[in-house]
């Protein structure tokens, strides 16, 4: 990228993550020096906020970076929609959880992301559409929505991957799944539909889905224009669990207990509201759901990687 007259805004969030690790709005511009002909910083004040400046002043720039985490993120681009805009996008993770930048390959640490910001390299990946809101890797509903999020930062670096399935299905999902009816949701997608009792269901563009469930590099393309859609059906009794989790494991998506397809344009209707999360934030409960993936909607500056199909020019 030539970044010879650019405009670029930073939109930082001096409340994301922990403070051991939160960088100062002052040491990333330090970082990134004289990068461009123009770079403002606005900080967020509330939640909300990142979209409102996005939205508000977005298109006056060429470059939006967003220091914060997958919610600061989420606001920003839901901003730059609002606008009618797409500028180039930059991320520094500083969340607690940084789902999205792990996927995207996206150092975690200030100056390695800056980094990355600074090659300039471009990769357009696809986002997509919650009925009037927009999410740009993961949207769920049912008892395990929280289970990356309410696990341990200590634990998860202790022991991985293994932690949410303590976490989440031993301390949380199964115990909430055994006074947890089921329910009865109606699934179109892509022309097929699918209408049965489900406790769980995940519509993500990531590489691990709510922390439970992990997709193969053979699986997941960032730009292809369709989502990975996981539901878990109806079980006999709770201790059909310890299965599912080992076909979790194995990645089994055999379609009796654990549903699994590719789609580009879902609706889930519900008996009643649900809560549903997006990007690991609350959505709010919504009783009719539509979804369209959009292809290539966001160009974000990252590196290359396996998950991006290449395009010719």
Same mark, same amino acid.
């Given at each position: 990228?030539?970044?010879?007259?650019?405009?670029?805004?930073?939109?930082?969030?001096?409340?994301? $993550?922990?403070?051991?690790?939160?960088?100062?709005?002052?040491? #990333?511009?330090?970082?990134?020096?004289?990068l !461009?002909?123009?770079?403002?910083?606005?900080?967020?004040?509330?939640? $909300?906020?990142?979209?409102?400046?996005? !939205?508000?002043?977005?298109?006056?720039?060429?470059v939006?970076? +967003?220091?914060?985490g997958?919610?600061?993120?989420?606001?920003?681009? %839901?901003?730059?929609?609002?606008?009618? /805009?797409?500028? @180039? #996008?930059?991320?520094i993770?500083?969340?607690?959880?940084?789902?999205?930048?792990? %996927?995207?390959?996206?150092?975690?640490?200030?100056?390695? !992301?800056?980094?990355?910001?600074?090659?300039g390299?471009?990769?357009? /990946?696809? /986002?997509?559409s919650?009925?009037?809101?927009?999410?740009?890797? &993961? !949207?769920?509903?049912?008892?395990?929505?929280?289970? =990356?999020? =309410?696990?341990?930062?200590?634990?998860?670096n202790?022991?991985?991957?293994?932690?949410?399935?303590? %976490?989440?299905?031993?301390?949380?999902?199964?115990?909430?799944?055994?006074?947890?009816?089921?329910?009865?949701?109606k699934?179109?997608?892509?022309?097929?539909?699918?209408?049965?009792?489900?406790?769980?269901?995940?519509?993500?563009?990531?590489? =691990?889905?709510?922390?439970?469930?992990?997709?193969?590099?053979?699986?997941?393309?960032? %730009?292809?224009?369709?989502?990975?859609?996981v539901?878990?059906?109806?079980?006999?009794?709770?201790?059909?669990?310890?299965?599912?989790?080992?076909?979790?494991?194995?990645? @089994?998506?055999?379609?009796?207990?654990?549903?699994?397809?590719?789609? =580009?344009?879902?609706?889930?209707?519900?008996?009643? @509201? @649900?809560?549903?999360?997006?990007?690991?934030?609350?959505?709010?409960?919504?009783?009719?759901?539509?979804? &369209?993936?959009?292809?290539?909607?966001?160009?974000?500056? +990252?590196?290359?990687?396996?998950?991006?199909?290449?395009?010719?020019?």
């Open positions: 990228m030539n970044w010879e007259n650019k405009k670029i805004l930073l939109i930082y969030n001096p409340r994301a $993550g922990m403070n051991a690790r939160r960088p100062k709005a002052r040491e #990333i511009l330090d970082e990134m020096g004289a !461009a002909a123009q770079t403002d910083v606005a900080a967020t004040a509330y939640p $909300g906020h990142a979209k409102e400046i996005a !939205a508000k002043t977005g298109a006056n720039y060429d939006v970076i +967003c220091c914060g997958d919610g600061t993120l989420n606001e920003v681009i %839901n901003g730059l929609k609002e606008a009618g /805009c797409s500028p @180039e #996008i930059g991320y993770p500083t969340g607690s959880t940084n789902d999205f930048a792990s %996927n995207m390959s996206i150092p975690k640490k200030m100056p390695q !992301a800056v980094a990355v910001i600074k090659e390299n471009v990769n357009a /990946c696809d /986002c997509a919650f009925n009037d809101r927009s999410f740009t890797y &993961i !949207a769920s509903f049912g008892p395990g929505v929280a289970v =990356s999020y =309410s696990t341990p930062q200590g634990v998860k202790m022991i991985g991957y293994s932690a949410y399935m303590i %976490n989440g299905f031993g301390f949380q999902t199964i115990p909430t799944m055994r006074a947890l009816k089921p329910k009865h949701i699934v179109e997608y892509d022309g097929s539909t699918l209408e049965d009792d489900f406790y769980f269901g995940t519509v993500s563009n990531t590489l =691990s889905a709510a922390g439970l469930f992990k997709f193969s590099e053979d699986e997941v393309r960032f %730009n292809d224009g369709r989502f990975e859609v539901l878990i059906r109806r079980m006999k009794n709770p201790m059909q669990m310890f299965s599912l989790l080992v076909k979790m494991r194995r990645h @089994e998506y055999d379609g009796d207990m654990l549903v699994h397809f590719r789609a =580009s344009h879902l609706k889930f209707t519900f008996e009643k @509201e @649900e809560v549903w999360t997006l990007d690991g934030e609350s959505s709010g409960k919504v009783k009719d759901v539509e979804i &369209i993936v959009k292809q290539e909607e966001i160009k974000l500056l +990252c590196p290359d990687s396996v998950y991006f199909e290449k395009r010719e020019q």
